[in-house]
């Protein structure tokens, strides 16, 4: 027989108005208390599988919010997202958690207190310190869009190294052999994986990095375009062909380069990463890599789901992978 809250009163010493209240996430209970009732409550049944949870919080982490911002891509992730959360009959709350924000404790200690929502932490901008914090949270959490060597969270994230270094291939094949990179200088996982997947590929062909082959560029169309039109008009040599941390900063860059009277492909040829709607439509197309966005948040909500009903124990990481896009940014290199 399930456990009652007269009973958890009694394994804790505290009244039941404090326990129930406790247990419904409502103010004026203090973090040890809630910590303490909680516990007896999972030691006794009360909050096994998953009884006592009825809604997704679908956290929006955001660090500089650079990266993370209003764009298709992540639309596409929260559709996939709500799409998912739908067919299980969970309500989804989105939680927008900013680091710089004044009340950022307070919503966080809100966010790891309360056992009635799982939590899908939009983690692309989260780091490592940060996310250790999630640890203690007391529904189960599932990670998107990231991966914590020192914390064991389920997540689900992109094939990032495998697809740039195809990517890198791709060039390759196509003839070149002067590859350079457009980095966001803005420090994130996702881009670093994806720069290291360049690099795995010009190594195994013998090929280096070459001079002023990284270009470090703001995440934003505008400001990557900015930047870029600093360093052409400083007088940079750009190499024969870039990939770009995502199309972002591909299409800003592509811009600055257009404005200077460089052709792509015919001077650079290019690769972006994400597959944004408007690359088929910039001249040239846009050659990238599609993400199955909503793929994505559907997958983080099937594994959340287990996690609520079955209690698992055992850890998953689960990578998605992109799909290559040819448009008219690439073309063969002749001589």
Request: proline share 4%; hydrophobic share 40%; charged share 25%.
């Amino acid at each position: 027989m399930k456990a009652s809250i007269r009973q958890i009163s009694e394994m804790t010493g505290f009244s039941p108005a404090t326990v129930s209240n406790a247990l419904n996430n409502k103010r004026g209970v203090n973090h040890e208390t809630a910590a303490k009732i909680l516990e007896a409550a999972h030691a006794c049944g009360y909050l096994s599988e998953g009884g006592n949870i009825h809604s997704i919080r679908f956290v929006i982490y955001k660090d500089s919010g650079q990266v993370v911002s209003d764009t298709p891509f992540f639309s596409a992730l929260i559709e996939g997202v709500e799409m998912e959360s739908r067919v299980g009959n969970f309500e989804t709350v989105i939680w927008n958690l900013n680091r710089s924000a004044p009340d950022y404790d307070e919503r966080l200690k809100q966010l790891l207190t309360d056992p009635t929502s799982g939590i899908l932490l939009l983690a692309t901008e989260l780091d490592e310190e940060e996310a250790a914090k999630f640890k203690s949270a007391l529904a189960p959490v599932v990670v998107l869009d990231n991966w914590f060597e020192n914390s064991s969270f389920n997540s689900v994230l992109i094939s990032n190294t495998d697809s740039t270094c195809a990517a890198a291939e791709y060039l390759i094949a196509n003839g070149y052999k002067e590859i350079g990179y457009l980095k966001s200088n803005i420090n994130i996982k996702n881009f670093f994986y994806r720069q290291e997947g360049y690099e795995r590929a010009l190594k195994a062909h013998g090929l280096e990095i070459p001079e002023n082959g990284l270009i470090s560029l703001p995440p934003t169309m505008d400001g990557a375009r900015v930047q870029m039109n600093r360093l052409l008009s400083a007088g940079i040599r750009l190499p024969e062909a870039l990939l770009a941390d995502n199309d972002i900063i591909a299409l800003g860059a592509m811009k600055a380069m257009q404005d200077h009277g460089i052709r792509i492909p015919e001077d650079v040829s290019i690769i972006g990463f994400d597959d944004l709607p408007f690359c088929s439509i910039t001249t040239p197309g846009l050659t990238t890599i599609h993400v199955y966005k909503q793929e994505m948040g559907r997958t983080a909500v099937r594994r959340l789901l287990e996690l609520i009903r079955n209690g698992d124990r055992f850890v998953t990481k689960s990578q998605i992978c992109t799909e290559f896009v040819e448009r008219g940014s690439v073309c063969k290199r002749t001589d």
